[in-house]
């Protein structure tokens, strides 16, 4: 199996389930590792999967404003795997940067590790 992956990727996005977190916004990182099999050699950027074209997915998912974290890896996840059906597996994670909350927390996160057979 093969691993493509983007790791700490920054956004600033409008999700949260508070009304103010909608208005203001806050700070996310994203990480995305997909699963395809293992093609060697790689001769060709068809035999993977374009990196460039990941960030473009989680760049269009979290522009979408969602009250739920966990409604953004999931809509993460399943658009990678309509775009890449020989994915076989994601993970995405999405941690909310200081997280508005009544202590001193560096971030919230949210991960989901889908197998697509």
């Known amino acids: ?8 990727v920054r956004f600033r996005a409008f999700h949260g389930f508070y009304p ?5 916004g806050n700070d996310f990182i ?3 590792y997909v699963t395809i099999p293992g093609i060697t ?5 068809s035999d993977t999967v374009n990196y460039q074209e990941l960030f473009d ?5 979290m522009s979408v404003p969602q009250p739920l974290l966990e409604q953004v890896v999931t809509d993460i996840s399943i658009t990678i795997r309509e775009r890449y059906p020989r994915v076989k597996k ?3 994670t ?5 997280p508005p909350m009544e202590a001193d927390v560096r971030n919230s996160m949210v991960s989901l590790e889908k197998d697509y057979i």
């Open 20 to 24: 103010e977190e909608q208005v203001i």
């Open 41 to 45: 050699p790689v001769d060709d950027l």
């Open 94 to 98: 999405l941690r909310k940067v200081s």
């Open 90 to 92: 994601t993970v995405v």
């Open 57 to 61: 997915v989680v760049k269009t998912v």
């Open 30 to 32: 994203v990480d995305v």
């Open 1 to 8: 199996m093969l691993t493509i992956a983007l790791e700490q």
